[in-house]
């Protein structure tokens, strides 16, 4: 990807540090990119993590690769180096997930963490939330959606006032910098079964899998 390319691609969202390309990836790199994901689970299995205190279990289910792994439990929410359920450290990031790193936030220092998250039902969603378990917010967040479209909200830095809401396609590919880099935001709804994209790569039951690169220290 040449930075004209990037360029050409983006389109403004009226929100500053929030950049979104859509289909930045095509759908031979989507494939590609899901059978990767796909093989890695393989060797740190997707698990149902629980809220902090409650222990209520989230309507989605996560796994990571990398360095580190964003994890939740009864505990809080950390990251650590290896899988919560089998103690195994975190695969390798794939190599074309590292490459839109490089592509969109070349200025930044490696990524340390990419956690996986699979929408695998109807219901599953995500609260609002700010992405704020990292030691340094100078790093954006890059995230890529892959299958079932979903509608994502972002607003400000407070939980209270105005929300805009985004359709995420296959392929779309975010940056969350700046001011928005602890901006709140969520996924409200997920089409479940609009694409077949999932079932056909490695993920039974389809759905919708989001990857977000972070920076930890
Ligand atoms: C999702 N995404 O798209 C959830 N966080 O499934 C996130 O929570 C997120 O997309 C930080 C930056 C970008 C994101
Ligand atoms: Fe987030």
Same mark, same amino acid.
């Given at each position: 990807?040449?930075?004209?390319?990037? +360029?050409?691609?983006? #389109?403004?969202?009226? #929100?500053?540090?929030?950049?979104?390309? =859509?289909?930045?990836? !095509?759908?031979?790199?989507?494939?590609?990119? %899901?059978?990767?994901?796909?093989?890695?689970?393989?060797?740190? =299995? /997707? $698990?149902?993590?629980?809220? =902090?205190?409650?222990?209520?279990?989230?309507?989605?289910?996560?796994?990571?690769?990398? !360095?580190?792994?964003?994890?939740?439990?009864?505990?809080? $929410?950390? $990251?650590?180096?290896?899988?919560? +359920?089998?103690?195994?450290?975190?695969?390798?990031?794939?190599?074309?997930?590292?490459?839109?790193?490089?592509? %969109?936030?070349?200025?930044?220092?490696?990524?340390?963490?990419?956690?996986?998250?699979? $929408?695998?039902?109807?219901?599953?969603?995500?609260?609002l939330?700010?992405?704020?378990?990292?030691?340094? /917010?100078?790093?954006?967040?890059?995230?890529?959606?892959?299958?079932?479209?979903?509608? /994502?909200?972002?607003?400000?830095?407070t939980r209270k006032?105005?929300?805009?809401?985004?359709? %995420?396609?296959?392929?779309?590919?975010?940056?969350?910098?700046?001011?928005?880099?602890?901006?709140f935001?969520?996924? !409200?709804?997920?089409?479940?079964?609009?694409?077949?994209?999932?079932?056909?790569?490695?993920?039974?039951?389809?759905?919708? #899998?989001?990857?977000?690169?972070?920076?930890?220290?």
């Amino acid at each position: 990807m040449t930075a004209k390319l990037l +360029e050409k691609r983006e #389109i403004p969202t009226g #929100i500053d540090g929030f950049r979104l390309w =859509p289909e930045l990836l !095509d759908v031979a790199a989507q494939r590609a990119m %899901l059978a990767e994901i796909a093989s890695m689970a393989e060797k740190a =299995p /997707f $698990y149902r993590p629980v809220m =902090p205190r409650t222990g209520r279990p989230f309507s989605i289910t996560m796994t990571n690769c990398g !360095d580190l792994g964003w994890v939740s439990d009864k505990e809080g $929410y950390r $990251y650590q180096p290896a899988h919560p +359920e089998t103690g195994t450290p975190w695969p390798a990031m794939p190599a074309a997930v590292r490459r839109v790193w490089d592509a %969109l936030a070349p200025e930044a220092p490696s990524p340390q963490c990419c956690l996986v998250n699979w $929408y695998l039902t109807e219901k599953a969603r995500m609260g609002l939330h700010q992405d704020r378990d990292e030691a340094d /917010f100078t790093a954006p967040v890059v995230s890529i959606s892959l299958g079932d479209p979903a509608r /994502f909200r972002i607003g400000g830095t407070t939980r209270k006032g105005k929300t805009h809401s985004v359709m %995420l396609n296959s392929g779309d590919v975010m940056v969350l910098s700046g001011e928005s880099r602890l901006a709140f935001h969520g996924i !409200d709804h997920v089409r479940f079964g609009a694409t077949g994209l999932l079932a056909e790569i490695g993920f039974p039951g389809g759905g919708r #899998i989001n990857l977000t690169m972070r920076r930890v220290s």
